[in-house]
């Protein structure tokens, strides 16, 4: 498209969501004037030299900018290629979404070593057998050994893990497939260390060092593995542990879950620990007296972004939205408090709180915004801190104004699908397994298995690419799971539920029916992305649908992502063999030779690739033709009879 064309095309009046409660809340911003993601998106035209990764600004002979007449050909002023750049920028890319993910794992790792040692206050492990599983896959000996110690022994490899002093290997990588390991053996793309591997994806992206795009990008494919098989699946194994492992609960999401007449208070960002505390505090019967003597109903606690995620899955807590929901939450003038950790939080909160009496309470010794309220918070100090935050919120809901407008929208969910789960819900308690899953993949009564996750983008409407691909892939008796804000779109527009059934083709209704489980999945956060690896991995150990991930009839997709981390995820995705869609656009789509590695370079070296198509048509093409695919392959692609279910075959299920 030439630059005219897609000058044009930033004029066309655009929806900006498909949600009728952002519409409302949009619109209230509108008319008062404020600003919002929503309004900054148009103001900002996104620059097309960057946007497309012709633009290196690495070095301070730069900034180069290979754009123009044979701009293929064109080089930096170090002799940098088009292809050198592009790989430089998706490294650099990855090595930060792998950086936040991990860290946040190297703090839950770091909790339960306090917990083990006794130096908090509030957590437990409430989670033993998880515990004991985990340290059998870490080979951490167990018999005759004390609960805490066993906790100390694996927070400590954890830590080693993210310190690169665990061994050659991540402890994770014996979770994948035997094949899938001799892979990565085989083009040493097995992760090291996590931090190891983000020093040297930082090293080797400086200006005059690995200069060859296809080494660089397997640097980039070796750290997100870091991540997918070890900050982000720690990060989730620790919190099971230490918050307990999720089980199927009902909540509600979107806008409407605030209270006109309760102190609302929203936990936004990522991290459980500082969240799990603050569900604790907000269920405090001082505290929720305290809140009665100001005149309130009662205490009411919702989430935004991941940490949504994270106290939904664990305790049911509504979510209030996903990423671009944190704006429109606060312009209801409902929000006591808004209470933040790390990522995916907006700059952009503060001067709008401001507008507003909603107090922005930033809590990471790794995070402050000027003008929040800022109470730091430690795992020593963590319930009181939590409380100081609860009573923070309660005294603000006297400056409440008049003027509040809730959207009147929710969407009914079930969530809490831990892989743990997922098994048992299958198999049944005494032969937990995945081998109905398997069967019926190979029945073709489920064609294959797709996961939607990811973020919100304000360059494309709202929730549209989620809801939209969630549908149409159900009706061809996909099975679908989600994590993150992608994970939210659906809550918010009752996708959840197992009544989605009747939308879902024959065959995966017939399973879903037998199972008594919805046709879409929620399972989690983000870094609980790392749970679709572990089942990948034990659907192949189950039998009969090849022996490596990438033999599977399954694809990843991420219609509106935004962000690092989400490009982190894919590429691990990828790495493990996954055919992996973004929608949005392809952040180094100029440069032709990464384009080329990243599809049929990977395709070939790893089984996976990680591809870029904003039109959600053609994703959906994209992703049931590369199912089919690989049913052919498997040699379970023939329409089989379709058999309805009795009731023999179903007690049998
Ligand atoms: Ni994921 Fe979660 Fe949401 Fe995107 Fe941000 S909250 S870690 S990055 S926007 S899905």
Redesign the pocket.
């Known amino acids: 498209m030439s630059d005219s064309e897609e000058k044009k095309k930033d004029k066309t009046p655009r929806a900006k969501s498909i949600d009728p409660a952002a519409l409302e809340m949009i619109d209230r911003a509108e008319s008062a004037g404020l600003s919002t993601v929503f309004s900054r998106v148009d103001e900002m035209k996104a620059c097309p030299i960057g946007a497309a990764g012709s633009c290196c600004s690495l070095c301070a002979m730069g900034p180069c900018r290979l754009v123009g007449k044979g701009a293929e050909e064109k080089t930096g002023i170090c002799g940098a290629t088009h292809g050198t750049i592009g790989a430089r920028l998706m490294a650099r890319a990855i090595a930060g979404g792998v950086a936040a993910h991990s860290d946040h794992g190297r703090d839950i790792a770091r909790t339960l070593l306090a917990v083990a040692k006794g130096h908090v206050q509030g957590f437990t492990i409430k989670d033993p057998d998880k515990l004991y599983r985990v340290a059998e896959m870490m080979d951490i000996a167990t018999e005759g050994k004390e609960l805490n110690d066993v906790a100390a022994a694996v927070a400590q490899r954890a830590l080693d893990n993210f310190n690169g002093t665990a061994g050659d290997e991540l402890t994770y990588v014996n979770r994948a497939p035997g094949k899938r390991q001799e892979i990565w053996r085989k083009y040493g793309l097995t992760p090291r260390g996590v931090d190891r591997e983000v020093v040297e994806s930082m090293h080797r992206t400086h200006v005059g060092v690995d200069q060859d795009a296809e080494h660089i990008l397997d640097q980039g494919m070796r750290t997100s593995l870091a991540d997918g098989w070890g900050g982000a699946m720690l990060a989730t194994d620790l919190s099971d542990v230490l918050f307990g492992t999720p089980k199927p609960l009902i909540s509600q999401a979107n806008l409407g879950v605030l209270k006109e007449d309760q102190v609302n208070i929203i936990v936004h960002g990522?991290e459980p620990t500082l969240s799990e505390m603050i569900v604790a505090a907000s269920q405090d019967p001082e505290l929720i007296e305290y809140a009665k003597s100001k005149g309130a109903a009662g205490i009411n606690l919702a989430g935004i972004?991941?940490t949504a995620n994270e106290v939904l899955m664990r305790h049911g807590i509504p979510p209030a939205g996903?990423?671009l929901h944190q704006e429109l939450a606060i312009i209801t003038g409902a929000v006591e408090a808004m209470v933040v950790d790390v990522?995916?939080v907006l700059q952009a909160l503060q001067p709008l709180a401001e507008k507003f009496h909603t107090k922005l309470i930033t809590t990471s010794p790794k995070a402050k915004i000027p003008g929040a309220t800022h109470v730091e918070f430690d795992e020593e100090h963590a319930l009181d801190t939590a409380k100081e935050i609860v009573r923070m919120g309660i005294d603000n809901y006297a400056n409440r104004g008049g003027d509040v407008a809730i959207p009147q929208y929710t969407g009914d969910l079930v969530a809490g699908f831990s892989h743990e789960y997922i098994n048992y819900m299958l198999g049944g308690k005494y032969r937990a397994s995945f081998r109905p899953l398997n069967d019926n993949i190979i029945n073709g009564r489920i064609q294959g298995a797709v996961a939607i996750?990811?973020?919100?983008n304000p360059r494309v409407t709202q929730d549209e690419g989620i809801i939209y691909l969630v549908r149409e892939l159900i009706k061809r008796d996909v099975l679908v799971v989600q994590t993150?804000?992608?994970a939210h779109a659906s809550g918010k527009h009752g996708l959840l539920v197992p009544e989605m059934m009747e939308i879902a083709g024959d065959g995966l209704r017939e399973v879903c029916e037998a199972v008594g489980m919805p046709p879409v999945l929620h399972l989690g956060?983000?870094?609980d992305n790392s749970r679709i690896m572990t089942i990948l991995s034990q659907v192949v150990e189950e039998g009969g649908l090849g022996d490596d991930i990438s033999d599977l009839p399954v694809a990843g997709i991420c219609p509106e992502?935004?962000?690092e981390?989400?490009l982190a995820i894919g590429t691990y995705a990828a790495a493990s063999g996954v055919y992996v869609v973004f929608g949005v656009r392809n952040p180094v789509g100029d440069c032709t030779e990464v384009v080329d590695i990243m599809s049929g370079g990977w395709e070939e070296k790893v089984g996976g690739q990680l591809v870029f198509e904003p039109d959600y048509e053609k994703i959906l093409e994209m992703v049931m033709n590369r199912i089919q695919e690989k049913r052919k392959a498997l040699g379970i692609h023939e329409e089989k009879e379709r058999v309805l279910f009795d009731m023999a075959a179903r007690r049998e299920l």
């Not at 996750?453 to 919100?456: A, L, P």
Request: include cysteine.
């Open positions: 990522h972004c991941c996903n990423f990522q995916c996750v990811g973020c919100n993150g804000c992608a956060s983000c870094v992502y935004y962000c981390k989400a």
